[in-house]
Structure formats: C-alpha cells, structure tokens
C-alpha cells in the first residue's frame, strides 16, 4: 500500500454536517450557514447563455473589476477562488509550515484547523473572552515562530464580532512577519455596523476574504475573493488552480454583486427571523450571544443537554451543527434559514425544553 505522508494520514478528515432525517420526515437543514432564499433572480438571466466548451477567464475580470468597484479597492489586488475555503487552504500552504505555526481563538471556524494540517503547521489557539475573541490573548499567544493569524469577523460558530478598531490594535501589535487573514465571509451582514477594513491590505502583511456562499445566496457555485497586498497575491497565483473558478460561477457572482439591494435585502429579512428566535429561545432558557451573521449560537447548560437536544431536532428530520469541533460541545449552531423553518426548530426547541429538564 502506498501512504500518504504523515502528516495528511495522520489528519481527519474535515466533518462537514451529517443529515439523513428518519423516515417520513423531510430534510429541514439549519446546518450549514447557506442564504435561506434563492440569488438575486438577476442570476439567472445573467447565466442563461453561457459557453461551457470553454475555460474560464483565468483572471476573473468582469468578476474582480465589479468586486473592486464596489468596495473602493484597486483590482490587482483583488483574487477569486473556488470558495474562499479555497484561498484559506492557499494561504496556508504558501504562509505556515513546519517552521511557521498557525494561531486563530480557540472556537474557530474549523476549517482553519484543517488547513494548518495541510501545510504540515502546528495549530495553536488563544482563549476567547467567553464566545468573543480577545486580542490581549491573541497577542499574548503568538510565539517566536508563529506566521499567520486567522481570524473570522463575525466568527463561526460564535456570530460575535469585534470592531474595527479591535482588529486595527491587534494588526498593530502583531510583528511584521506574522500575515494576519481576516476572514469576513459573514462580513456584508456586519456591513451596516462598522468600519471596514480593507485598508489594512496596503499595509502588506494583512488580506481580507469574502465569499459569495452566504449573504450573496450561492454556496453551490463556490466562489469567494480576497483583497490582497501585490507580493502576496502574485505567490499565491503560483499555486492556486489557475483556472479556479468556472465561467457561470463567475458571471453569477457578478450578477449578485451588483444587485445590492436584493443582497441587503436578505440580511434585513435574516436579522428579524434570527432576533424573533433568539427571544423565542430565551424565554426557555437557551441562551443565544448577539449574532452578526446568518446564524445564532445556541448554549445550553452541558454538552448533554446539547445533545439531548440535537437528537429531539433530529428525530423530528431537522438537522442544526454541533460544535464540539469548535470546542463547544455544549452548544448547537442554527442556521436561520427560511422563517418556517427556523419556526419549526424552535418549536421543536420549545417542546424539548418543556419535557427535558435543564
Ligand atoms: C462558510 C465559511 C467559509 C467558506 O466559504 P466558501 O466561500 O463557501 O468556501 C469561510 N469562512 C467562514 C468563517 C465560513 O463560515
């Protein structure tokens, strides 16, 4: 048998969400963070004649001028790729390694975990204050080899964010030799709240992702972008596929981008089904941290209960995530997906909550 190297034989696999309901009950997923309605309709016209027979525009150019556009960025610096997990896999292999280690909050998006394994980096983590990050800890953790910081603003599975400021004090901090990726694919649903960061790209040791896979409706089509410093981008061209992201996905994002009113939309009609199940939620004592972004976190008073929960949902064909891959095991992530759905888990909650004592 031939083996992998050690440190891929020795990865588990990333764990993405389990969901075969029982028999008789349809799939309600509230497991993934996609949007709970369809993409602009502009999508769809924009898609309807696309040539398939040829490779896509390896520079993304409608795509990447449109991104730059709106946000006020320079399009050289901007890159697309298949998903911004595609770009946080990039970054890894090209910024951490055995001699680089990899730093992120201790209930981080998991994913990070997974790339730091890929580039054969050590994965440390900094203390979060409760479910918030802490830049005090973050600072207080790097170490003499670390080389990359993620951080995700909002983060997942915790829906907190810190503000720009926050994020300017630690990019401030942090030596000049550690590349800090601010990962905002929750990013367009904290718009509203604060400053942005781009900015801190022209510094050239920082990069901000995006991605099109949550406000923007088109998790299918997997695209994501990042705005990068030059030297950075031009390694990272090196060793992404280079014909990354496919013709439709392209047009598609594009048509999305630039129907904002349709994007903002949808986080407003998010906000007030996610506020409605929150207050729902705690008025039977599962208690919820303010959420910037398509999701609540749910806490419960031990992992048992959690779980106890998440089986309740499950028999009843309504799948949420557990988080015990973020290091909270006693809580559960819900997507809020269309009202009725998320009625339904938390009715479901409600029922549970009522039987089982906490
Ligand atoms: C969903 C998510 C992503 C991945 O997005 P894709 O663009 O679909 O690859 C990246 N980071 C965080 C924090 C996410 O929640």
Redesign the pocket.
């Known amino acids: 048998m031939i083996s992998a190297r050690a440190h891929i034989a020795g990865m588990a696999p990333y764990a993405l969400a389990q969901m075969d309901p029982p028999d008789g009950h349809p799939l309600i997923s509230l497991a ?2 996609e949007s709970l309605r369809p993409p602009s309709p502009a999508v769809r016209d924009a898609t309807a004649a696309i040539d398939h027979a040829a490779y896509p525009d390896p520079d993304w150019t409608g795509l990447r001028n449109s991104i730059a556009d709106l946000h006020g960025l320079d399009p050289a610096t901007v890159l697309c ?6 770009l ?1 896999g990039c970054l890894a292999r090209a910024y951490a390694g055995p001699d680089r280690a990899v730093l992120a909050p201790a209930h981080a ?1 998991p ?1 990070f975990r997974s790339a730091a394994q890929m580039a054969e980096a050590r994965f440390d983590t900094a203390p979060e204050d409760n479910t918030t990050v802490s830049v005090d800890a973050l600072l207080a953790s790097i170490r003499p080899d670390t080389g990359l910081v993620f951080l ?1 603003n909002p ?2 599975p915790t829906g907190t964010r810190i503000s720009g400021s926050e994020i300017r004090i630690l990019r401030d901090a942090l030596p000049d030799n550690v590349l800090l990726v601010i ?1 905002e ?2 990013g367009e649903f904290a718009d509203a709240v604060d400053d942005r960061l781009f900015d801190l790209v022209s510094h050239g040791d920082t990069v901000v ?1 995006r ?4 406000a923007y409706g088109l ?1 299918g089509l ?3 972008w990042g705005s990068f410093p030059p030297d950075i981008a031009a390694e990272l061209r090196k060793i992404m596929n280079p014909n990354n992201v496919p013709t439709i996905a392209q047009v598609a994002a594009e048509a999305a981008l630039l129907d904002q009113p349709y994007m903002r939309d949808t986080c407003a009609l998010i906000s007030v089904i996610r506020a409605k199940a929150a207050r729902r939620l705690s008025a039977v004592g599962i208690e919820t941290q303010e959420s910037f ?1 398509n999701f609540l976190l749910l806490e419960f008073k031990t992992s048992d209960t959690a779980q106890s929960a998440n089986m309740a949902l499950q028999s009843q064909g309504i799948f949420l995530r557990a988080q015990s891959g973020a290091g909270l095991p006693h809580c559960l992530r819900m997507t809020i997906g269309p009202a009725e759905h998320v009625d339904r888990a938390v009715a479901a909650l409600e029922h549970w909550a009522a039987e089982a004592p906490s």
């Open positions: 993934q963070n790729g298949a998903g911004s997990l595609d946080i998006y994913f995700a983060g997942n990962d694919a929750y992702l991605t099109f896979s949550k998790a997997r695209v994501g972004a």
